[in-house]
């Protein structure tokens, strides 16, 4: 475990009984409440100082309330220092009414997310989808990427369109762990990595991997990867809780990524497990 404390980039909470989440149909591990007490239940023994919530993909009729509702959770839980709902970009210009919304939800709204993921291979290169990327600048908003690997290429399209968006990538891309394959996403996250307005969380590795057998080996490669071409001042944890309970308990991730890193500086260390995502989400404490 890092002996100090950590911020976690990449928490989500839910309650299926209150929001309409089609995803979780039929997933009887996830599909149940996992609020702030089992959060807290899961990370016992873990040290977390901060952490920064993450949309659920709710349906798209949810997501206000989606972000009022995280707004309340911060009420009780004064370590969510971000919050990054859902916002329909394909929209373009007319995306700014429901960015108005958003940020007038409170300061705790840091950026947004529109899973690309599930989309069209060309999803995230249209036209009004880009303008949505731009306008997010305005008002002072960053994007997640969420995708799989073989929409990287697309990915990068989009990005290089974008030079005044600041970008993180979610669960470095989701490569093919389970089968180790490294190419062609070696490259593609190396050119992805060249924009230094993108960040890169180390967060979801093993629900990507076999979630039954994994190894600290099978996720060595990337890791080793990621942070050789995004640096130390580009990479964040991410928890990915309780998406991450498919395949490791919390503390076990944490434990393997600990161990994955164990060769780098204390001063690298502790801008991985905590400054950076401080840094991109801009947070600031909230307890005296």
Request: charged share 25%; net charge negative; glycine share 4%.
């Amino acid at each position: 475990m890092p002996d100090f404390p950590i911020v976690d980039a990449h928490v989500h909470l839910w309650d299926p009984d209150r929001f309409r989440m089609p995803w979780l149909d039929g997933n009887s591990l996830l599909e149940r409440r996992y609020e702030l007490a089992e959060y807290c239940e899961h990370t016992s023994g873990v040290d977390i100082a901060a952490m920064v919530y993450l949309q659920v993909d709710v349906e798209p009729p949810y997501a206000l309330l989606e972000a009022r509702w995280a707004a309340e959770r911060a009420r009780e839980e004064p370590r969510i220092l971000g919050i990054v709902p859902w916002a329909p970009l394909e929209y373009g210009e007319r995306v700014r009414a429901f960015l108005e919304e958003l940020v007038a939800v409170g300061p705790l709204v840091k950026g947004v997310r529109r899973i690309i993921q599930s989309e069209s291979a060309d999803f995230c290169t249209h036209p009004d989808f880009i303008r949505g990327l731009q306008i997010l600048p305005e008002y002072d908003l960053s994007f997640d990427i969420c995708i799989n690997h073989h929409q990287l290429a697309n990915t990068i399209q989009m990005v290089r369109q974008c030079p005044d968006t600041s970008f993180i990538l979610d669960h470095i891309g989701k490569p093919n762990i389970r089968e180790h394959i490294l190419d062609p996403w070696r490259e593609q996250i190396r050119e992805l990595a060249s924009f230094q307005n993108v960040y890169c969380k180390l967060s979801g590795l093993v629900t990507e991997a076999d979630h039954e057998r994994w190894t600290l080996e099978d996720l060595a490669p990337y890791v080793a990867h990621v942070l050789e071409v995004f640096g130390e001042d580009r990479v964040v944890y991410g928890g990915d809780w309780p998406v991450a309970l498919q395949a490791s308990a919390y503390p076990h991730w944490v434990r393997t990524l600990d161990a994955l890193t164990g060769q780098h500086s204390p001063e690298a260390k502790r801008k991985l497990w905590a400054e950076n995502a401080r840094h991109f989400y801009r947070l600031v404490d909230r307890r005296g």
